[in-house]
């Protein structure tokens, strides 16, 4: 009888097994299934390609390592890192690119075509525009902050590009913290990665219309915001003349978003924040508000753990609604769909 029992026991722990086995299975599958190390067999010198590619246009011009981060930001936020950032608006499809916060200030296509080339002519259809966008974001982090990590992979390219969905995707650079964590909470992250990823603006430029409300139209009874620094309002008031214009254009002047050490992608932005020296009121409201302020303060002090984190979060960042297994497709050309 004890047997009996033992035995109907260890049946019922087998057939446990068995159903937690399958859940198991079930939940991996459900879960973004990239990995690194994705072009080890199919196509081995993938990533040493991208990353000679992307050394070689920061050594000509710095700015593409802070475009190609934004790159990464822009194009995971927007229908997922599927590369719909990439491709060219046509007559009778005004893709992301033309939307008016990519327009005229994204950059870095140019390096992605150059990696793409030079991929097709070694592993022809083979390496997604979406993957190229990740791993050209990693390398730019290693360029500019000297931090490398893992980037998993297997990401295919989506077939749609849709210009007004970028504004509706992307948050504004007039949103305060709450409305922040409310869109990066919608992308399914957390205000931890939305405060460590905040920390790419500690590299790159800003065109004046992104920022000159606040130093010209702020409210009704103060036309300068009273949370941005003097002295820096001072400074950009003398490159950023008033202007009416509200859509950006390619002539418009730029200002560093850290005017320090607009290349090192470091902490000083945190530093910065302290300081009232933000530059666009969704940098600032990070050191205003109660949810994001303590989280300033850390960071500022804390350079090492801060690039540990900004790494771990540029790879949570990076598995926003990706496509695998057979959905979407390898281009091979980044600008086009394949016919
Ligand atoms: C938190 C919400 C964010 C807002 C509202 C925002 C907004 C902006 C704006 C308005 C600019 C300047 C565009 C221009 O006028 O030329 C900019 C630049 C930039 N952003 Fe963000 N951004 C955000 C988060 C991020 C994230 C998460 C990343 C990447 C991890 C990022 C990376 C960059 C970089 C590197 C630049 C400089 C680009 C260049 O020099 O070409 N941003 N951002
Ligand atoms: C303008 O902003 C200041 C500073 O944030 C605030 O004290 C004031 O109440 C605002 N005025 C109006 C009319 O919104
Ligand atoms: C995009 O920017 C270019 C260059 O400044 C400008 O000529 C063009 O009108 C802009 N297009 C849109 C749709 O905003």
């Given at each position: 009888m004890g047997n009996y029992r033992a035995q109907g026991f260890a049946a019922g722990l087998h057939k446990l097994a068995i159903v937690a086995f399958f859940a198991s299975m079930l939940l991996v599958s459900s879960l973004a299934s990239l990995e690194v190390g994705?072009?080890?067999?199919?196509?081995?010198?993938a990533e040493k390609i991208v990353r000679r590619t992307v050394v070689k246009a920061a050594a000509r011009d710095h700015g593409l390592a802070a475009g190609l981060i934004r790159l990464y930001f822009h194009d995971c936020f927007v229908?997922?890192?599927?590369?719909?950032?990439?491709l060219d608006p046509l007559p009778n499809n005004p893709s992301e690119k033309l939307s008016p916060a990519n327009n005229?200030?994204?950059?870095?296509y140019e390096v992605i075509d150059d990696a793409k080339a030079e991929l097709e002519a070694f592993c022809p259809e083979t390496v997604s525009c979406a993957d190229i966008i990740a791993f050209a974001a990693r390398d730019s982090t290693f360029i500019t902050g000297g931090l490398d990590y893992s980037v998993p992979s297997g990401r295919r390219d989506g077939m749609v590009s849709i210009d007004s969905e970028v504004v509706q995707n992307l948050p504004f650079p007039t949103f305060n913290a709450e409305q922040l964590i409310k869109s990066f909470a919608g992308k399914g992250l957390s205000v931890k990665d939305m405060v460590t990823l905040?920390?790419?603006?500690?590299i790159g430029v800003s065109h004046c219309s992104s920022f000159d409300s606040r130093l010209y139209r702020f409210n009704a009874t103060h036309?300068?915001?009273?949370?941005?620094?003097h002295h820096l309002a001072n400074f950009l008031k003398a490159r950023c003349l008033p202007s009416s214009k509200t859509v950006r254009t390619q002539t418009e002047p730029t200002v560093p978003l850290d005017i320090k050490a607009p290349n090192h992608l470091d902490v000083k932005y945190y530093k910065n924040l302290l300081k009232g020296k933000g530059l666009l009121t969704s940098d600032q409201t990070l050191a205003g508000s109660r949810s994001t302020l303590g989280l300033v303060i850390d960071h500022a002090r804390n350079p090492s753990k801060w690039k540990e984190e900004f790494a771990a979060a540029m790879v949570r960042m990076g598995n926003i609604d990706v496509l695998t297994g057979n959905k979407g497709e390898i281009r091979k050309n980044c600008r086009v769909v394949n016919d």
């Open positions: 994705y072009y080890e067999s199919k196509c081995p010198m229908r997922g890192c599927d590369a719909s950032v990439l005229a200030s994204l950059r870095g905040s920390g790419a603006h500690s036309p300068q915001d009273p949370s941005l620094n």
